[in-house]
C-alpha cells in the first residue's frame, strides 16, 4: 500500500486528479466513483482540467459505489443526483454511462444483485475512487462488513445516519438503508485510491492502513488489494 501525506485537502485532490488522469492517459476505460465530500477536491481538480485543459472523459464508463434505499434518483440526496452535481455534469462523461444501483424500487435485493453481476461483466474497473467514514467504513460498508462481501443491502449505522444527516434538509430522515458494493466488490478493481482529510478521519485511516485487516475496520481491506494508494492530508495523517 501506497500512502501519500499532503499539507492539505486541495493538494489530496490534486494528487488524486493526477492519479486518475495519468489512469485516463494510459488506457483506462472504467472509473469507481465515490460520493461524500472526501472525494469533492479530486472532482473539482478534474473539472478544471477538463475545462482548461481539455481532459476528456468520453466514452469512459462510470460506475457508483453506493445508493440510499428509498430515495427516488431526482431526490437531491440520491447519490445518482449527487455524483453528477459534485462532478458528471462538469465534464464530458455521458450521462448513460455513468452507473449506479437503484434504491428507489421495491426488489432492492434484486437490483443489489444485478448492480454486482453488471460490475463483474463490465469490471474489472481500472481506477476505483474511495473515501471512508470516521468509523472506517468503505462505501456503505459498515464495521462489522465481511471482507469477501458482495453488492447488497445494508443497514447504516446510527453514527453514519448522524454523521449524513448534514447534507439533508432539517426534518428529513437520512435513510436507514442503502445499497452498497460489497468489500469483496471493491477489492476486484485494479487499483484503489482512498482519500481523507480532516482531523475526524485520523483514527479511521490509522486503523486502515496500521492496525490489523479486521471487518472492525472495512477500510483495512485495502491491505489486501495489491495495488492500493491513499492520499491523506496532515491533519488525516496524523495518528499514523
Ligand atoms: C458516505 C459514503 C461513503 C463515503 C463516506 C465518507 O456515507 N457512503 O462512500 O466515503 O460516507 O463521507 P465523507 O467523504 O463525506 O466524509
Keep these: 500500500m501506497e500512502v501519500v501525506i499532503v499539507p492539505s485537502a486541495d493538494e489530496a485532490g490534486r494528487v488524486v486528479a493526477d492519479i486518475v488522469a495519468g489512469a485516463l492517459a494510459t488506457g483506462a476505460r472504467t472509473l469507481g466513483l465515490a460520493t461524500g465530500s472526501s472525494p469533492v477536491g479530486a472532482y473539482r481538480e478534474l473539472a478544471r482540467r477538463h475545462r482548461e485543459e481539455g481532459l476528456s472523459f468520453a466514452g469512459i464508463r462510470a460506475f457508483l459505489l453506493d445508493e440510499y434505499v428509498g430515495l427516488a434518483a431526482s431526490h437531491p440526496q440520491s447519490y445518482a443526483r449527487v455524483i453528477r452535481a459534485d462532478f458528471v455534469d462538469h465534464v464530458d462523461l455521458a450521462s448513460d454511462d455513468v452507473h449506479g444501483p437503484d434504491g428507489a424500487t421495491d426488489d432492492v435485493l434484486e437490483k443489489a444483485r444485478r448492480y454486482d453481476a453488471h460490475l463483474r461483466a463490465a469490471g474489472p474497473l481500472d481506477v476505483q475512487i474511495l473515501g471512508t467514514g470516521a468509523n472506517g ?104
Design 137 to 240: 467504513h468503505l462505501g456503505f460498508n459498515e464495521p462489522g462488513s465481511s471482507l469477501a462481501s458482495r453488492t447488497r443491502v445494508k443497514t447504516l449505522t446510527q453514527q453514519t445516519r448522524r454523521d449524513n444527516a448534514r447534507f439533508f434538509p432539517e426534518g428529513e430522515q437520512v435513510p436507514q438503508h442503502v445499497i452498497t458494493q460489497g468489500l469483496g466488490t471493491i477489492l476486484e478493481a485494479r487499483h484503489l485510491v482512498l482519500v481523507a482529510t480532516g482531523r475526524t478521519k485520523a483514527a479511521a485511516v490509522a486503523a486502515a492502513v496500521e492496525g490489523p485487516v479486521s471487518a472492525f475496520c472495512p477500510a483495512s481491506v485495502l491491505q489486501l488489494h495489491p495495488h492500493a494508494t491513499v492520499v491523506v492530508d496532515e491533519l488525516a495523517a496524523r495518528r499514523l
